[in-house]
């Protein structure tokens, strides 16, 4: 059975290996290490990479904490036992803006979380956000993550892929944050060996899927417009993150590194009041495909 | 004893005479005006002007809205009582985003609340988030806010400037949002005259005071380096609207309408990774006059 000894080891080494993948495809930006202490116990690698050749801003994360178990689990539990017992967390997670607005922005999550109880499980997730929604580009995506989840459970893909569509949703704006993905958590039904490699699957996958889409697009021109639809596009993307998204609450309400948890939001981002675009343009189909339960 | 509808047409007039001070300021911007109606009663009229010579974006926003007593207040009280009740809330609601960074950001919000039940209050604020903190302005901005209060309550001023120090405040970032001023909620322990007076007073300072420092520093020069703090510091305001702001997350849990909450947000806001400004510049000055509790 892996060790969270292991499973951090195998963590960093994908932090790694994405770094890599990113800085040579990139051609130009370099990731700077920023390594941090977590008073309560543990800490973390943040990788920063700002202002390269396709990359306007991203974060490659890695950190493993560790601690009393913290309060909002013993409510989730509604016990008070848990309050003699510890924690121990370790995740990769990365989020990349791109300076086209003909690349896609990406998210990626992988975690594991255990308590001295004897509790475990995994939970991770891909989306995808493009600032102008390419079917081939979409499908390719989708495909990509499927083809994981198969090799380990064909009821994966269907589950994951619409709890992504419901986890990466904006209500107020009733659209989803991008053409969604997977997401999954609390996974623990399996045995721990079958779900760190589903995981180190879903981890293996980032850069290579990442990496095709760069490729495809990052040469492609664009204009003025375009990049004024990307900052509105990455406007929304900060109303998630800062509103909904679970884990930039929990480091926020947890005095987490503000750095690193919002190395999320994009360099720059714009709210035009009551922005439509006109119909029948790009950016008005773009519009109609953030909504849930489509099949890429 | 004022009625709802005095007190609604009195915040419709402040609308009016804002929006109009503001546009002969201005000099070029003319706000443009959606009514809308909610579909559970009420509804309102944004007014948004963009693209001015001083003002980038702003709304003067009026509603007056009405219906059962939301179920967050139901909860407030801890009473099921209140669900055979009715509400009725109006409100003016401002937040100014200039275009030079030498010219600070101003919000405002004065409303009235009451419910079938006999129960009213009256509640707002004004603060001040200069780019740069200038001190005679702070001062002048504070003054004209002792003022008001003092022509009612001496007890006023130093009250309410702690409650908006305590509000206006970013925990993740350790810092307030600008300079402060003044905060006050469930106004109902004096006459509902004295209060509406005093709303009334509040809200009729808001023109001449932020005409004044439009005045005062909308001719200064900056720089590019200037502009880009300005960025920064708006990425803060966005972080405090959506992270904190009680109206914003009222408007976005009740199903308000999106556009004229978000109106608050900047036209353009920047994060750039880490940012700390050098020690002895304006902007770590700036930083440094970012706390609770000074005397301005």
Redesign the interface.
């Known amino acids: 059975m892996p060790t969270k000894e292991e499973i951090t080891e195998w963590f960093k080494s994908l932090q790694d290996s994405i770094c890599t993948a990113l800085e040579v495809e990139d051609g130009k930006g370099v990731f700077v290490e ?1 390594n941090w202490v977590r008073e309560e116990g543990g800490g973390g690698r943040t990788r ?1 990479i ?1 202002n390269g050749k396709v990359i306007e ?1 991203g ?1 490659v994360n890695f950190s493993a904490v560790y601690g009393d178990v913290p309060s909002f689990l013993q409510n989730d539990h509604g016990s008070e036992e848990l309050k003699k017992h510890t924690f121990y967390a370790t995740g990769v997670s990365i989020v990349i803006h791109p300076i086209s607005p003909m690349v896609p922005i990406i998210h990626m999550n992988v975690r594991y979380f255990e308590m001295s109880n004897g509790v475990w499980w995994f939970g991770g997730g891909i989306d995808l956000t493009p600032h102008y929604v390419n079917d081939i580009d979409a499908h390719f995506f989708h495909a990509q993550l499927k083809k994981i989840c198969d090799l380990y459970d064909i009821a994966y893909y269907p589950e994951y892929k619409k709890w992504a569509d419901d986890y990466f949703f904006i ?3 009733n659209e989803t944050r991008g053409i969604g993905g997977i997401f999954f958590d609390r996974l623990n039904k399996k045995s721990k060996e079958e779900l760190f490699s589903f995981v180190q699957g879903v981890g293996s996958a980032f850069a290579p899927t990442y990496v095709e889409l760069l490729n495809r697009n990052k040469n492609k021109t664009y204009t003025e417009e375009n990049k004024q639809w990307q ?1 509105i596009r990455r ?1 929304r993307y ?2 998630f993150n ?2 909904y998204d679970k884990g930039t609450k929990f480091g ?1 309400e947890t005095n987490g590194r ?2 690193s948890i ?2 999320s ?10 922005h439509i675009p006109s119909s029948n343009s790009e950016e008005f189909r773009t519009l109609s495909l953030l909504k849930k339960g489509l099949n890429w």
């Open positions: 920023d920063i700002q801003k974060g209500p107020h704006r900052l406007g900060v109303e800062l509103v926020l503000i750095e919002l190395m939001l994009p360099l720059n981002a714009s709210w035009q009041y009551n």
